[in-house]
């Protein structure tokens, strides 16, 4: 079993300007999500948000907040939520 990455870990490469680097964290937050990691959620929905290792896609991006705020653990749900809101007013600032 490999090294659980840090939180500093994955925001680092998410947001690096290496995409192969951001493609590799995005694998792997993609099979913690399916096992059931609400903190994977959260992250990939930062990075759907961003594009960050992937295409950016906001409806994937909600969605994927949406289910990170189902956690218990409060300061995951309050991150969900807050990215949630900031993500619904981009879309509401960019309606004509």
Same mark, same amino acid.
Request: proline share 2%; charged share 25%.
């Given at each position: 079993? /490999? +090294? %659980?990455?840090?939180? $500093?870990? %994955?925001?680092?490469? !998410?947001?690096?300007? $290496?995409? =192969?680097?951001?493609?590799?964290? @995005?694998?792997?937050? *993609?099979?913690?999500?399916?096992? #059931? $990691?609400?903190?994977?959620?959260?992250? !990939? #929905?930062? =990075?759907?948000?961003? #594009?960050?290792? %992937? +295409?950016?896609?906001?409806? +994937?991006?909600?969605?994927?907040? /949406?289910?990170?705020?189902?956690?218990?653990?409060?300061? %995951?749900?309050?991150?969900? *939520?807050?990215?949630?809101? &900031?993500?619904?007013? +981009? *879309? &509401? =600032? @960019?309606?004509?």
């Amino acid at each position: 079993m /490999g +090294e %659980i990455p840090s939180l $500093d870990s %994955i925001n680092a490469s !998410l947001s690096s300007n $290496d995409l =192969a680097r951001q493609k590799s964290c @995005v694998t792997f937050l *993609q099979a913690e999500s399916k096992a #059931g $990691d609400k903190g994977a959620e959260l992250w !990939l #929905g930062r =990075a759907y948000h961003n #594009g960050w290792g %992937i +295409e950016k896609d906001l409806a +994937e991006a909600a969605a994927h907040y /949406g289910r990170a705020a189902t956690t218990e653990e409060t300061a %995951i749900r309050e991150s969900a *939520q807050q990215w949630l809101l &900031q993500l619904q007013q +981009e *879309q &509401q =600032a @960019v309606k004509p």
